[in-house]
């Protein structure tokens, strides 16, 4: 069978995850932000049947469609490498440390990463809407002085400390190395076209719940919370967590519209949502800004680089997931707007009814994108919560 060529790899990843396949043999498939869970061999062309599928997939009734099969390039089994004894390489050679190298880029991407985290604090919003730096306290504690505006009693941490949860649940039904299974993301949630062209839903939302590994789990908790509690204490809690919820969800449509046959993972579509919030906020009160835009702007530049680094630091990240919350999160907050008359710009309302109008317009597309021609095959066979596969 032409499951013995391909393997699931671990689950890792720093961003939303996008499951890529490994060759093991003489046949290959290149994957990049694509989950390759169904393929065909040299022999595919003769009709696909049960062998032309890995054993993850259940592949259902045999069919001839080009659309169903991935064919592959034949390639000559690799050689045994040659082992080169060190003492023998000529004078002025070294030797690459590639384990030393890639530990190194590992640890300066987590560096890059924390420190860009740290400084994406937009603070409150003032009376006229505009951003403020975050108040600080004499007597603030060590959690506001790292998340500014911290409260045990908001939505944002009361969802973090959920996907915690659902973390160590999904450690918990099966897991690989100290991150959970593939099978077990799947059966938990994740995100997969042909299971949501389906009728499965629901898939729009569990992805925000699960994560990759615990570096993927911190980075997005990390980034919600810096972000969140001041945005919360300006919207409200039942405002905030709609917009939030919004944001995942429209942020996993255009990811699966857009490319229907990848795993993915990570509350990160909300996360960038929070950021589309933000630059909502930001472009319908610039009028009134005044003095404080060389400011704002620093920060709108800083934050837009941050964001864009942080979604193209790895192959396996969902940009259109980032994308698509980010969009979204822009559009809500606009439409949902409840600036003081005293400071609405002349275009306030056609701004409120043209996003209202722009994202029902992104969720019907994608939505019909995925509905009228995203394949319902093939499924991953995975087994249950209870007995999952332990790939």
Known sequence: MLSKFLQLPEAVATGRLDVQTKPLGAARRSVVNTVSLYTGGPEASKGPGRDSCLDF???GPSSTRSSDVIQMEAEAEPEPEEVTNPSSLPAG???????GLALAATTASVLVKGILLLSMTPGGLGPMRYVAPPSMMHNETFAELIFPGFDSRSFIWRVSCLQVLEFISSLAVGQQNGAPATCTLFLMGASWGPSIAKGGLWRLIAPMGLHANMLHLFF???FQLRMGFGMERQFGFKKFMSLYMLCGLVGNLISVAVDPFKLAVGASTAGFGLVGVWLA????SWHVLGPHRDRTMVWVAFVTVGCIVMSTMQPNIDMF??????LAGFLAATMISDMPDQYKPRWYDAARVGSGIALAS???????KIGLYTPTWPVPDCGSLLTPHKW
């Open 220 to 222: 997005n908790i990390f």
């Open 321 to 326: 997931g980032h994308f698509g919350g980010a």
């Open 57 to 59: 997939l259940d592949c």
């Open 93 to 99: 050679s070294t030797e690459v440390d590639v384990t």
């Open 362 to 368: 992104l969720i019907g597309i994608c939505g019909a």
């Open 281 to 284: 906020e930001i472009f319908l």
